[in-house]
């Protein structure tokens, strides 16, 4: 089982078959538009607009379970994050990461190995074969040398 044998929906509730970023390297991110974490839309997508050529992608799942900074529509989200962050990488339906009843089955697989989102932004990196190769909580912001340290490697490798 790997993240690319998952499927999702978008925001704008068509279905996505996670598998089409199987052989590349993503950065999954639970995302909120009222966070104080909320400018790192930014610095994703200057990551995803770096690396996108070289078989990378970031991937967002807003999610309204921390401080319920995450209120909007699908509408409102996607107008919110394009008109303030340029934001062009997919942003996939409102989710729930907590581990219980109506968890996404991509947060399953994310937080099968222990690591389980306390806060918005939190990022997991998968591997080219779908498996997570680290966690990064919120306050890693995406021009974290290590960060992208890591994601080079994974990108190497």
């Known amino acids: ?3 690319y044998d998952l499927k999702a929906q ?5 279905p996505a078959d996670l598998g089409e970023y199987r052989g590349e390297v993503t950065l ?3 995302v909120a538009s009222e966070c104080g974490f909320t400018p790192q839309y930014a610095g994703l997508q200057k990551l995803h607009d770096e690396l996108a050529g070289k078989g990378f992608a970031v991937l967002g799942f807003p999610s309204n379970e921390f401080g319920g900074q995450e209120p909007g529509s699908p509408e409102q989200i996607k107008t919110f994050c394009e008109r303030n962050y340029g934001v062009s990488f997919p942003l996939f339906e409102k989710i729930q990461t907590k581990p219980g009843a109506g968890q996404s089955p991509v947060y399953e697989f994310l937080t099968a190995g222990g690591e389980v989102p306390n806060w918005n932004f939190c990022k997991y990196l998968v ?8 966690f990064y909580p919120s306050n890693v912001a995406p021009a974290d040398p290590e960060l992208r340290q890591a994601i080079d490697q994974a990108l190497a490798g």
């Open 28 to 30: 999954v991110v639970n």
């Open 127 to 134: 591997g080219k074969d779908g498996r997570v190769r680290g």
């Open 1 to 3: 089982m790997s993240l």
């Open 10 to 14: 978008r925001l704008d509730g068509s």
